[in-house]
């Protein structure tokens, strides 16, 4: 009965301790560091927690009983949160930027902070980063629009501080706080960031292209100096290798040399003595031709010689003989000749002479006969051509007074004068007008008799008209009496002549 | 609260919000700070004694 007993109570025991283990792990709630537990139902003891008037109480850090069914336990999350801020937004200096940034923040870990944040997000964190997105835009566009670009980039103290500002006070309202805001990234449409970045980015390409073309420079004045010695040290070891190989030719064309050059000296002291040798003989054959051929020939030539002055010396003395004959004979011929030549000269001579005694008598008979007849006859030319002059002198005398008279009487009547005139020239005119025929040898005229007498008709008939025109001219030209004096002067003279030889039959 | 020691991680000044980070609850954080003479500076890294605190992130300091 007692062990009995002592088991029931062992075991009442055991399930009363499984019982109480249960009720306490229903009723235990522990905050895990990163969390705070909201627990509102029963009114806890005052000054347990700051915040009293709402009636709930904050547990962090610990574990809490919580009476199940009366009260209820809520999480609040401390953990780090973040949110995506993505805004067009224009800078202190109006320059348009598309900023991209996050912000970090969590909850408060004051009571304070966890109460607002309780009573505000205790249903809705999920929905925290959308609340603080749209919170956060408006100061994040605040903050870009009171910085530059230059200090958005470079001064994280004044962008922090700027967000502490503007955004610290409106936070704390939430029961939040930011840890940090960070910008991503920034959008630049109209460049600016680029260009900020330009100078510098020429300068730096300006002096990386320097240093480049400076080490190029260096590089390549090193390379061209490297080389020129190498050209020297060529140039050297050429230098040295034509003066080696010179000398080896030098001493291979020596000793290539020698081997002729010893053979040619030899040679030559055959040929000196081959020389020696050969005068040696050439004298010997010398003396034999002496000895043998010339002596003899000397011998026979002299015999000869001799032989042929002798023949030379009768032959001369044999012609000599006969050009002495040839001499008397050719003297005696010609003293022989000579004197008949002379002889006969001799002859001629007296012969010539008597002839020329003969010849120059008569000559000088006839010279003297000529003399005498051409002296009759100059003398009888003399006096005829005396007469001559005289009577020439006196008809011209006369013709001249006559034509004296007859200008003077032309001057008073032409007519008269040309009709004598012409009457005195008439035998002439017809002795003119004949002259053709007798140049005619033979003349033929086909009319006989009565056709020769037509013919002598019609040539004077011409001299009648050749009259009439003398008339004419005349008369045309009667006034100038000078000239009609001068011409019918030309006229007279032919009866003159024709007069003179009746002059001269008159003598 | 008061009476703790911080260091200034933003530079306080007139008219500007600045920022300490002070230990408490066995870790460190910030707080917004305003100096007690509201014309000094305080510049960043200077030791700062908490000498008043608005609940819940804000501490007026002073230099030490």
Same mark, same amino acid.
């Given at each position: 009965?007692?062990?009995?007993?002592?088991?029931?109570?062992?075991?009442?025991?055991?399930?009363?301790?499984?019982?109480?283990?249960?009720?306490?792990?229903?009723?235990?709630?522990?905050?895990?560091?990163?969390?705070?537990?909201?627990?509102?139902?029963?009114? *806890?003891?005052?000054?347990?927690?700051?915040?009293?008037?709402?009636?709930?109480?904050?547990?962090?850090?610990?574990?809490?009983?919580?009476?199940?069914?009366?009260?209820?336990?809520?999480?609040?999350?401390?953990?780090?949160?973040?949110?995506?801020?993505?805004?067009?937004?224009?800078?202190?200096?109006?320059?348009?930027?598309?900023?991209?940034?996050?912000?970090?923040?969590?909850?408060?870990?004051?009571?304070?902070?966890?109460?607002?944040?309780?009573?505000?997000?205790?249903?809705?964190?999920?929905?925290?980063?959308?609340?603080?997105?749209?919170?956060?835009?408006?100061?994040?566009?605040?903050?870009?629009?009171?910085?530059?670009?230059?200090?958005?980039?470079?001064?994280?103290?004044?962008?922090?501080?700027?967000?502490?500002?503007?955004?610290?006070?409106?936070?704390?309202?939430?029961?939040?706080?930011?840890?940090?805001?960070?910008?991503?990234?920034?959008?630049?449409?109209?460049?600016?960031?680029?260009?900020?970045?330009?100078?510098?980015?020429?300068?730096?390409?300006?002096?990386?292209?320097?240093?480049?073309?400076?080490?190029?420079?260096?590089?390549?004045?090193?390379?061209?100096?490297?080389?020129?010695?190498?050209?020297?040290?060529?140039?050297?070891?050429?230098?040295?290798?034509?003066?080696?190989?010179?000398?080896?030719?030098?001493?291979?064309?020596?000793?290539?040399?020698?081997?002729?050059?010893?053979?040619?000296?030899? *040679?030559?002291?055959?040929?000196?003595?081959?020389?020696?040798?050969?005068?040696?003989?050439?004298?010997?054959?010398?003396?034999?031709?002496?000895?043998?051929?010339?002596?003899?020939?000397?011998?026979?030539?002299? *015999?000869?010689?001799?032989?042929?002055?002798?023949?030379?010396?009768?032959?001369?003395?044999?012609?000599?003989?006969?050009?002495?004959?040839?001499?008397?004979?050719?003297?005696?011929?010609? *003293?022989?000749?000579?004197?008949?030549?002379?002889?006969?000269?001799?002859?001629?001579?007296?012969?010539?002479?008597?002839?020329?005694?003969?010849?120059?008598?008569?000559?000088?008979?006839?010279?003297?006969?000529?003399?005498?007849?051409?002296?009759?006859?100059?003398?009888?030319?003399?006096?005829?051509?005396?007469?001559?002059?005289?009577?020439?002198?006196?008809?011209?005398?006369?013709?001249?007074?006559?034509?004296?008279?007859?200008?003077?009487?032309?001057?008073?009547?032409?007519?008269?004068?040309?009709?004598?005139?012409?009457?005195?020239?008439?035998?002439?005119?017809?002795?003119?007008?004949?002259?053709?025929?007798?140049?005619?040898?033979?003349?033929?005229?086909?009319?006989?008799?009565?056709?020769?007498?037509?013919?002598?008709?019609?040539?004077?008939?011409?001299?009648?008209?050749?009259?009439?025109?003398?008339?004419?001219?005349?008369?045309?030209?009667?006034?100038?009496?000078?000239?009609?004096?001068?011409?019918?002067?030309?006229?007279?003279?032919?009866?003159?002549?024709?007069?003179?030889?009746?002059?001269?039959?008159?003598? | 609260?008061?009476?703790?020691?911080?260091?200034?991680?933003?530079?306080?000044?007139?008219?500007?919000?600045?920022?300490?980070?002070?230990?408490?609850?066995?870790?460190?954080?910030?707080?917004?700070?305003?100096?007690?003479?509201?014309?000094?500076?305080?510049?960043?890294?200077?030791?700062?004694?908490?000498?008043?605190?608005?609940?819940?992130?804000?501490?007026?300091?002073?230099?030490?």
């Amino acid at each position: 009965m007692d062990n009995q007993t002592t088991y029931v109570i062992i075991g009442a025991a055991v399930v009363g301790v499984l019982f109480l283990v249960v009720l306490f792990k229903a009723m235990w709630r522990v905050a895990e560091p990163n969390e705070a537990l909201i627990i509102s139902g029963l009114r *806890h003891k005052a000054g347990t927690t700051t915040e009293q008037s709402l009636g709930f109480r904050i547990v962090t850090g610990k574990g809490t009983l919580v009476v199940p069914g009366v009260q209820t336990v809520r999480r609040l999350s401390l953990d780090l949160r973040q949110a995506e801020l993505g805004i067009e937004c224009v800078t202190h200096q109006g320059i348009p930027l598309g900023v991209r940034g996050v912000v970090i923040y969590k909850v408060g870990d004051d009571f304070s902070s966890i109460a607002n944040s309780a009573r505000r997000f205790l249903d809705q964190q999920a929905q925290m980063d959308h609340r603080v997105h749209n919170v956060f835009a408006g100061h994040l566009r605040a903050i870009v629009g009171s910085m530059t670009v230059e200090e958005m980039i470079r001064d994280r103290e004044k962008l922090t501080e700027l967000t502490r500002a503007s955004s610290g006070v409106e936070m704390e309202k939430l029961g939040l706080i930011v840890d940090s805001l960070q910008i991503q990234e920034i959008e630049d449409p109209s460049g600016y960031i680029r260009n900020l970045a330009a100078p510098h980015t020429a300068s730096v390409q300006r002096e990386a292209r320097i240093a480049q073309a400076g080490a190029d420079r260096e590089a390549t004045e090193a390379e061209q100096v490297a080389e020129a010695q190498k050209a020297l040290a060529r140039r050297d070891t050429s230098i040295k290798q034509a003066g080696y190989q010179a000398e080896v030719d030098q001493a291979t064309a020596l000793a290539q040399q020698a081997g002729p050059l010893s053979e040619a000296q030899a *040679h030559q002291e055959v040929v000196v003595q081959q020389t020696k040798v050969a005068e040696l003989e050439a004298q010997r054959e010398e003396q034999r031709l002496q000895a043998t051929v010339r002596k003899p020939a000397d011998a026979q030539a002299y *015999h000869q010689v001799t032989l042929a002055k002798a023949e030379r010396d009768a032959r001369v003395a044999a012609a000599e003989a006969r050009r002495q004959e040839v001499e008397l004979d050719a003297a005696a011929n010609a *003293h022989k000749v000579k004197l008949t030549a002379e002889a006969h000269a001799e002859e001629v001579k007296v012969a010539a002479a008597a002839d020329a005694q003969h010849v120059k008598v008569r000559a000088e008979a006839e010279a003297e006969a000529t003399r005498a007849v051409g002296q009759a006859e100059a003398d009888a030319r003399q006096a005829k051509g005396a007469a001559d002059a005289t009577a020439v002198r006196a008809a011209g005398m006369a013709e001249a007074d006559s034509i004296k008279a007859r200008a003077d009487a032309l001057a008073q009547n032409q007519d008269a004068v040309i009709g004598q005139e012409l009457a005195k020239q008439w035998p002439a005119i017809v002795e003119a007008a004949a002259k053709p025929f007798g140049a005619v040898d033979q003349l033929i005229v086909l009319n006989g008799a009565q056709g020769l007498s037509e013919v002598l008709a019609q040539a004077l008939s011409q001299g009648a008209t050749g009259l009439k025109m003398a008339r004419g001219l005349l008369s045309n030209s009667g006034l100038s009496g000078d000239e009609a004096a001068v011409e019918s002067n030309g006229h007279v003279e032919v009866p003159a002549a024709t007069t003179a030889p009746e002059a001269d039959t008159a003598e | 609260m008061m009476g703790k020691i911080g260091r200034v991680t933003g530079t306080i000044g007139p008219g500007k919000l600045g920022e300490v980070m002070v230990p408490i609850r066995g870790g460190t954080e910030h707080f917004h700070a305003y100096a007690s003479d509201g014309d000094d500076t305080i510049q960043t890294g200077t030791r700062v004694v908490v000498i008043e605190y608005f609940p819940p992130r804000t501490v007026v300091v002073t230099p030490m």
